[in-house]
Every structure is written in C-alpha cells, then in structure tokens.
C-alpha cells in the first residue's frame, strides 16, 4: 500500500470510446501530478495541481483532460485517443512547495489504445 | 532550467557483481537528490534522498553521496541480487526560495538487469 491509489490498473479502450482514470491519496497531500510512461521515453510531466488548482500543463492534448475535485483525488479523462497514447499513467502527490520530501506514486493506469 | 543525466543503458550484471549507476545534475542553489525504483508493473517508489552537500542517503544495500563539487550523486551497491532487477532513476528537486523547494526534475531511468 502505497498510500495513491489508481484505478483501474489495466484500460483498453476503443479510439472512440470515453474513460476516465482516478487517483486518489490519502496522506494529507495538496499536490498532485500525472505523468506518462511510454516505452523507451522519459517519464512526461503531463499536469501539476496544487491546492485543487492547476498550475501545469505540458502542451498536452485537449483529448486528455484532468480534473481534481479536491486535494485528495485527482482524474484524467479520456477521449478520442489515438493508439500512440497507449503507455503507463502514474499519479503522484506530495506537499506543494515541499517536494524535498519527495514524490509518493501510485501503481500507475496501463493504457492500450486499439 | 534543472536537468537530471543518467547514465545510459541497459546495465546487465551477475548476481554478487558491484553496481554503479552515475547521476550528475544541474540546478541552481541547493537541490535535494532521489533515487526512485521501478520494478516491474509498478509505479516509482523512493529508494534514497539526500538534502544537502556530503549527505550520505542510504536504503537496502543502495547508498548514494551527494557531491556537490562534481554535481554528481551516483547509485551503488556492493552486491547485487535478482531482485533488484528495475528501472532506476535519479531526481532533483530544485530549490525555489525561503522553504520553498520546486517540483521534481527527473533523469531517463536506466534498466538494471541481474541474471542468477
């Protein structure tokens, strides 16, 4: 138990379908991050919120879009992907301002886009 | 900006074999320094941290220095086992004034592999 937990562990989804992926934490965390883990490629810092606000977005495409209701769950929902999409979704979470301390990750979301 | 360089792999050694895996960074004033494990399906856990110059982190065998004359903060173990068999990937966190410390800047990861 790592303290973030993501739901589910395994997608396979459609190009046309719509899914969301949840994480949640409960370690008393105001900071929550998702990142993507392709395959030979650097993890991807996708978006940072901090205090339920979002103070990050790399450039992501408007088919992913995030959500975070309160300091303890954050979503990614999902539609229209293409197959290039498919890889490891990891949330993460920590202090905001006090990322010192570190990163506490989740399990991560495998994605396969068919 | 902050960067993180790893050493490229993959790393492939026996069991009982040394390891080292080199992490040089560069950041402005003083960052903390991670090492995170990956193992297979799983998300990044911390292995070890250190927050300032000639700290030593250490966890399961791991150790790490930080060395901030030759900005480095290289992994070892004197004796590795098939079960640290992972990604590993070294971090910074930058400092961003008064107690206030950035978010996290990470290295490519580099795959250790340990055959019996």
């Known amino acids: 138990e790592t303290g973030v937990t993501q739901t589910p562990r395994h997608l396979v989804m459609g190009m046309t379908n719509k899914k969301s992926l949840k994480c949640e934490q409960h370690?008393?965390?105001?900071?929550m991050y998702w990142y993507k883990q392709s395959a030979k490629k650097p993890l991807e810092l996708m978006f940072v919120y901090n205090f339920k606000e979002q103070t990050e977005n790399n450039s992501v495409p408007s088919r992913f879009s995030p959500e975070c209701p309160n300091s303890s769950h954050l979503f990614l929902h999902l539609h229209t992907l293409q197959p290039e999409d498919s890889a490891l979704y990891l949330c993460?979470?920590?202090?905001?301002?006090?990322?010192?301390?570190?990163?506490?990750f989740g399990s991560g979301t495998r994605l396969t886009v068919v | 900006g902050d960067s993180v360089t790893q050493m490229e792999g993959p790393v492939t050694l026996s069991e009982e074999a040394c390891l080292t895996i080199n992490c040089t960074y560069t950041a402005t004033g003083y960052p903390s320094l991670f090492w995170y494990v990956q193992y297979p399906g799983e998300g990044l856990q911390l292995l070890l941290k250190a927050t300032k110059a000639d700290d030593k982190g250490s966890n399961k065998g791991f150790e790490a220095t930080y060395r901030k004359e030759t900005t480095s903060f290289h992994l070892e173990k004197g004796s590795v086992q098939v079960s640290d068999s992972a990604v590993y990937f070294c971090a910074l966190s930058g400092y961003a004034g008064g107690t206030s410390y950035g978010k996290l800047t990470f290295g490519q990861g580099t795959i250790l592999t340990v055959h019996p």
């Open positions: 370690l008393g965390h105001n900071a």
């Open positions: 993460a979470s920590s202090q905001a301002g006090q990322a010192n301390y570190g990163y506490t």
